[in-house]
């Protein structure tokens, strides 16, 4: 039993490090083809704004994942409403789901914001002729407050409206399931009854 626990903890760390070279490789090649082409300060900042709003709303999607009960959902499943299985889905999956949320897209936005503020540092210098050393400080100490203040607000609304994320979140995935067919999870519970 230790033993297949063990392999599955290593098979799901390989697999999600795995995903995340791959994620960070697309989005960072596409955010620097796209900066490459910005070239207003407002749109690099408005990118990045995203970058960080982005970060804040999968670490929500993840704390609310550990903090919401599947009991209020078990009901709306049964009377088949919208999003209801795909939530409880979400719950039941809910290791995977918080790891992919916070340490994947959260690492990932990390990188990006920090990639996208380093242009910002360099346009900013080169167009005020400002001192390299108290633009990259100034950049840094934002990204990092906007960062770290947003996901500590997050985590207090993530930990009181758990089930109602959740729920929004399952009906997102309704909608995309409806849309292209793509399931994320098997909603099957683990007796192995829909739910």
Same mark, same amino acid.
């Given at each position: 039993?230790?033993?297949?626990?063990?392999?599955?903890?290593?098979?799901?760390?390989?697999?999600?490090?795995?995903?995340?070279?791959?994620?960070?490789?697309?989005?960072?090649?596409?955010?620097?083809?796209?900066?490459?082409?910005?070239?207003?300060?407002?749109?690099?900042?408005?990118?990045?704004?995203?970058?960080?709003?982005?970060?804040?709303?999968?670490?929500?999607?993840?704390?609310? /994942? =550990?903090?919401? *009960?599947? #009991?209020?959902?078990?009901?709306? @499943?049964?009377? +088949?409403?919208?999003?209801? &299985? %795909? !939530?409880?889905?979400?719950?039941?999956?809910?290791?995977?789901?918080?790891?992919?949320?916070?340490?994947?897209?959260?690492?990932?936005?990390?990188?990006?914001?920090?990639?996208?503020?380093?242009?910002?540092?360099?346009?900013?210098?080169?167009?005020?002729?400002?001192?390299?050393?108290?633009?990259?400080?100034?950049? /840094? =100490?934002?990204? *990092?407050? #906007?960062?770290?203040?947003?996901? @500590?607000?997050? +985590?207090?609304?993530?930990? &009181? %409206? !758990?089930?109602?994320?959740?729920?929004?979140?399952?009906?997102?995935?309704?909608?995309?399931?409806?849309?292209?067919?793509?399931?994320?999870?098997?909603?099957?519970?683990?007796?192995?009854?829909?739910?």
């Amino acid at each position: 039993m230790a033993r297949t626990q063990g392999r599955s903890s290593w098979k799901n760390a390989l697999t999600m490090g795995g995903g995340t070279f791959f994620i960070a490789m697309a989005v960072g090649y596409g955010s620097q083809v796209f900066l490459g082409k910005i070239t207003s300060i407002i749109l690099t900042f408005s990118l990045l704004l995203i970058i960080i709003v982005a970060g804040i709303a999968f670490d929500i999607i993840g704390v609310a /994942t =550990a903090a919401a *009960s599947e #009991v209020p959902l078990h009901a709306r @499943a049964a009377k +088949k409403v919208p999003g209801a &299985r %795909q !939530a409880l889905g979400l719950l039941r999956n809910a290791e995977r789901v918080a790891t992919f949320s916070t340490d994947v897209v959260g690492d990932v936005c990390s990188t990006l914001s920090g990639a996208v503020g380093a242009v910002i540092i360099l346009r900013l210098a080169g167009q005020h002729g400002a001192e390299d050393l108290m633009v990259s400080t100034i950049m /840094t =100490a934002i990204i *990092s407050a #906007v960062t770290v203040g947003g996901k @500590a607000l997050g +985590k207090g609304f993530a930990l &009181r %409206q !758990a089930n109602d994320i959740i729920f929004f979140v399952g009906k997102l995935l309704y909608g995309i399931e409806k849309m292209t067919g793509w399931r994320p999870f098997n909603y099957t519970s683990q007796k192995g009854r829909r739910p």
